[in-house]
């Protein structure tokens, strides 16, 4: 999930592979002299630098999920049904202090571990419908769709605010999904207006489904390794 956002700030936010390279470089610096048990003074000067690039970098993701949540919101209700989905980020640290106070009360518990235990390199995004987290009731099926709608939305961000074109490659579409799940699937996709590579074991359904939005579509047909152009 950190890779999400990650991924998502990397094509959005020109400073943040920066930041994210001095914090992880920063970050080992301080894990090592954790780890060999260096005197505190030396910790203090990497403690000062992670604290910096480490509030910075939860600055950047806490923008984007607040940008990225009524985006994936609005195409999880159009996908599930699922009318108030909500996002919860969580920095690594615990809400509300700040993380050079974090840093400094960490010394040792940091010390008893060899390593960092707080920090934006421990953060996580959780998805709630009605403050009960996703994972506990949604089908396999359902949790494909929600990382569709998830990856979606991140295109449909940069799509408006970059102004990047996106190229969506689904393999295997009618996987754990149901007739309905992969028609409003194809449905949406064809409404973002961009190139888009699937992949299935059965042409038939997923070829009615696009020629009925009147959509162009190649068919391609892959045996023994060779592949070519099918026509209907």
Known sequence: RRQYLDWGLFYQEESFLTCWRYYERV????NAVLRDKRPKKELDIWSVELAQYGK???CFRKQYVEQLAPVLAELANELLNIPNLTLEYQPGWEIGMDYTDVLAN?????CRYGYTPFGPHRADLEMKIDDIPVKHFLSR???KLLICAMILAQGSMLASLANKSLIYLIDDLPAELDIVSQQKL????ARQKTQVFMTAIEKETICNFV?????AMKVFHVEHGSVGQMTE
């Not at 960490?106 to 940091?110: K, L, V």
């Open 56 to 58: 910075e970098l939860d």
């Open 141 to 143: 099926g359902q949790q």
């Open 106 to 110: 960490d010394y040792f518990q940091a």
């Open 27 to 30: 970050l080992k610096q301080r």
């Open 211 to 215: 020629n009925k939005l009147n959509v």
């Open 186 to 189: 194809i449905s949406l996709l």
